[in-house]
């Protein structure tokens, strides 16, 4: 129980570090979840920037959490390149950019560099056949634009 708490109060705890918490997850193998967490650490010390971590590593799925302030560009330029690889590193260990928030606008250039573009090919179609007038989510991931100009069809 004492674990369920304290997991439940990571983020809160995270936001009063600083003044902006970038939340994000990547997943791993099982495996590799604790060599991620060094590596993570590793990352944040190369651009100076303060990464915490938590999640639910029984799955593989990590939050490293950008702890910065939206206000200094300079520093979240650091963060941005930071989950850039943090993002990588997960590819390469065998894993993934989101094992549960999904992609995403903040994710949606990583998904193009590190997915197949066949892959992404069959995730558009499949949009496609579960959205045919392009009316969900219009021109966030796949950049189509609604067959129907904002009208729902009849």
Same mark, same amino acid.
């Given at each position: 129980?004492?674990?369920?708490?304290? /997991? /439940? +109060?990571?983020?809160?705890?995270?936001?009063?570090?600083?003044?902006?918490? @970038?939340?994000?997850? *990547?997943?791993?193998? /099982?495996?590799? #979840?604790?060599?991620?967490? #060094?590596?993570?650490?590793?990352?944040?010390?190369?651009?100076?920037?303060?990464?915490? $971590?938590?999640?639910? *590593?029984?799955?593989? $799925?990590?939050?490293?959490?950008?702890?910065?302030? =939206? /206000?200094?560009?300079?520093? @979240? +330029?650091?963060?941005?390149?930071?989950?850039?690889?943090?993002?990588?590193?997960?590819?390469? %260990?065998?894993?993934?950019?989101?094992?549960?928030?999904?992609?995403?606008?903040?994710? !949606?250039? &990583?998904?193009? !560099?590190? #997915?197949?573009?066949?892959? %992404?090919?069959?995730? !558009?179609? &499949?949009?496609? %056949?579960?959205?045919?007038?392009? @009316?969900? $989510?219009?021109?966030?991931?796949?950049? #189509?634009?609604?067959?129907? =100009?904002? !009208?729902?069809?009849?």
């Amino acid at each position: 129980m004492k674990l369920k708490t304290a /997991r /439940r +109060s990571a983020f809160s705890a995270l936001a009063r570090v600083k003044p902006t918490t @970038i939340l994000e997850d *990547a997943t791993v193998p /099982r495996s590799q #979840v604790a060599p991620l967490v #060094v590596k993570i650490q590793e990352i944040a010390k190369k651009y100076n920037v303060l990464i915490a $971590n938590f999640g639910h *590593a029984g799955d593989g $799925n990590l939050h490293p959490t950008g702890l910065t302030d =939206e /206000r200094n560009s300079e520093e @979240i +330029s650091r963060v941005e390149k930071a989950f850039e690889e943090i993002f990588k590193t997960a590819i390469d %260990m065998g894993g993934t950019i989101t094992g549960e928030h999904g992609v995403g606008l903040a994710k !949606k250039d &990583f998904l193009k !560099k590190w #997915v197949d573009p066949g892959a %992404m090919k069959i995730m !558009k179609t &499949f949009k496609e %056949m579960l959205d045919p007038n392009g @009316i969900l $989510n219009p021109g966030k991931i796949f950049d #189509v634009k609604p067959k129907c =100009e904002g !009208k729902l069809p009849a």
